[in-house]
């Protein structure tokens, strides 16, 4: 599939853009009027024309894929009119050919905002933003604003998926796999999307594990005529009892995907044979709405009396729907030679819900679905609010997607999904983000409960509230759903903030009034003594007064006064000293041949070398040796200009003097997170803080550090602790 010209289409690709043209043609002549198939053509013939490359940057056909994804989305979804248009126009404005205002005028609004919206969702995807927290919230971020740019987007991830079989760019093939299994079957699962999920996971599985997919695929198709005359031996008995009960139905058996038969296999800890339910029986009843329940129920019973049934394996979707929409009565039944069967009863409608998820019953812009919206509420509250990594990201939503639910109702008769587990606490922030927070405990069946008290099926729940109440950091230990963590979570951090603020503001004013200029390294010093581990705790816990914050400046007075007692010599007295020059037996440095003795040596100022760098040094007018670092920005003018002027230095084996070195460093203009580096550094056995130098402009800091370590490996622990404070977002070595 990858085409090593990117300009021209190979005969085959422009055979299949022919094909799959025809296609269009055919699911559009019902839903475009005579104009718009027109003008649609167009836009089609204009892309193929006008268009600088035929291929992408990975070599893939833009034409072939946006036409394979326009017809897979009329295929497995719906032919909708406004999608198709943002389908085919999506190449055309990506490449800069078409404006989105021109887009706006011609087609309208809701077309226009889905191409924004596929635009906003191109700047994540397909840059590694399943492993990167950043890029992987804005994808999702971009996602949740139109749940119909998911679906297209699900369906072009399927679509690349199925392109890029042994394409040689291996590590990009890995990563695609990565975000499809991660993040596309995940969202394709929670749409009901059941199809396009395992053909997904699938793939993925072949991409990252080609080998185990392999196997797997062979084995089934070893075992499929087997497999297959069993499935004929249960069905046949089965297809006479329901015609004998009056029911019209169709039966059916399918094998269930390789991926998800791996994942059997390694939680049951089994080969292939050891899967019992390799495939599952499929009962599709025709009847009218009114009889959909009791004619399941009916089939279910005809079989149960066949077959012995397994209580522990029977689930019911038809009584209470899954959120996604998904309905079907799922029983377990020994079947002959003693194995285990799965059967699955469910209607026409059910079974086309179950195909083609939330669409086949609900009409994008038209009636819209509660539970989804609701989820893709709950997704961006998590997104939003959560300081973890991606990969927690994902955990919550696979719990969101894959968890078991309990059903809790309000006094009022609304009924509520929860997870498994989900306390009274979690109902509340459910309901609202306000209500959690001041939540007191609830009315659970006429029986006052605690915050604690967790949720069973059927309960009738009203929840109290409390006007003083506000969330506590012991809540977290309560809630299970990710959407109450994360805001509770935030509540806590946004009032340990605002106090923060103030007591920094209140220690402040009371020096200025002493008129003490605050050191931050000596400050930190004394915070990490009175036992606190972040500045933000201490300065909130003297927003409380339950630190007094003229003792406290007593105490700052007495540790400047104990420090003061040494020599006094200013940051640039003290730079000064460690450039004096240096000499005599115990030098450490070695300085040329060591038949060379006395010579007398400066650090340069340039690149200010410390102990355990690769230096060299340079023999000056007045006969004194600098030595630089063999990295040093002049190093290669000096090499090329005076290379008889070179010499030899070499670190003796003993430290010696404490050196300087300037450090760039950039982060988020967080309060206290001065106070976080400066508090570092002091702890930093023999590191001192000579001086600081900073400046603020939009919410981040730049600033120089210059800082006296003994030699480089102090100088590589340092800079690896800086870059784990909060808000650090580079460190460099000047």
Known sequence: MVNSNPDILSFSEKKEVITLLSKVKNFTAQRFSADEKKRFREIIDSSLRTSPKAHDSKGLPTAVLTLRTANLFAEAIEPDHNILLAIGLYPLLSEGLVEIEDIRKEWGEDVAGLLEGLMSVDRFSNKNSATNQDNFRGLMLSLADDIRVIIIMIIRNLVLMRAVNHHPDEEWVRNVAFEASCLYAQLAHRLGLYKIKGELEDLSLKYTNREIYTQIAHKLNETKRSRDAYIKSFIDPVKEKLLAAGLKFDIKGRTKSISSIWN?????????????????????????????????????????????????????????????????????????????????????????????????????????????????????????????????????????????????????????????????????????????????????????????????????????????????????????????????????????????????????????????????????????????????????????????????????????????????VSAEEYQMQTFEEKGGKNDVLVIGDKSINGLNYKFARCCAPIYGDDVFGFISSDGTVKIHRCDCPNAANIRQRYPYRIIRADWSGKQGDFLPVSLRIVGNDDIGILANITSIISKEMGANLRNVSVDSHDGMFQGILVVAVSDQRQLSTLLKKLKTVKGVKDIQRL
């Not at 919550?396 to 968890?403: A, I, K, L, T």
């Open 264 to 568: 059997k296999m390694k939680k049951q800890k089994v080969d292939l044979q050891g899967i019992y339910d390799l495939f599952a029986i499929r009962v599709i009843i025709d009847t009218p709405r009114e009889k959909e329940k009791s004619d399941c129920w009916l089939a279910y019973s005809i079989v149960a009396d066949m077959y012995t049934a397994n209580p522990a394996r029977m689930k019911d979707w038809i009584s209470i729907p899954k959120s996604n929409g998904y309905e079907s009565l799922h029983a377990t039944v020994m079947g002959p030679n003693n194995k285990w069967v799965e059967v699955q009863f469910r209607t026409k409608r059910m079974d086309l819900v179950a195909e083609k998820g939330l669409a086949a019953h609900w009409r994008y812009k038209g009636v819209k679905s509660d539970s989804t919206d609701q989820w893709m509420t709950n997704i961006r509250d998590i997104l939003e609010t959560a300081e973890t990594g991606p990969m927690q990201l994902m955990k919550d939503m696979r719990m969101d997607v894959y968890g078991k639910e309990v059903f809790a109702f309000t006094p009022k008769g609304d009924l509520f999904r929860l997870a498994a587990g989900a306390t009274v606490l979690d109902f509340a922030f459910l309901i609202h983000s306000n209500v959690g927070s001041h939540c007191t405990g609830a009315v659970v069946n006429g029986q006052h409960r605690k915050i604690t008290y967790r949720i069973n099926n059927g309960d009738t729940v009203e929840i109290l509230t409390a006007s003083n109440q506000s969330p506590k950091p012991d809540w977290l230990n309560i809630v299970v759903s990710s959407k109450a963590r994360n805001k509770i979570k935030q509540s806590l951090n946004e009032e340990l903030q605002r106090k923060a603020e103030l007591g920094k503001e209140l220690l402040e004013r009371r020096a200025k009034n002493r008129k003490i200029d605050i050191d931050e390294s000596i400050l930190m010093k004394l915070i990490n003594r009175a036992g606190y581990k972040y500045a933000n705790e201490f300065f909130a816990d003297m927003s409380d007064e339950k630190i007094d914050a003229g003792k406290f400046l007593s105490s700052y007075l007495d540790e400047v006064s104990s420090k003061s007692e040494g020599p006094k």
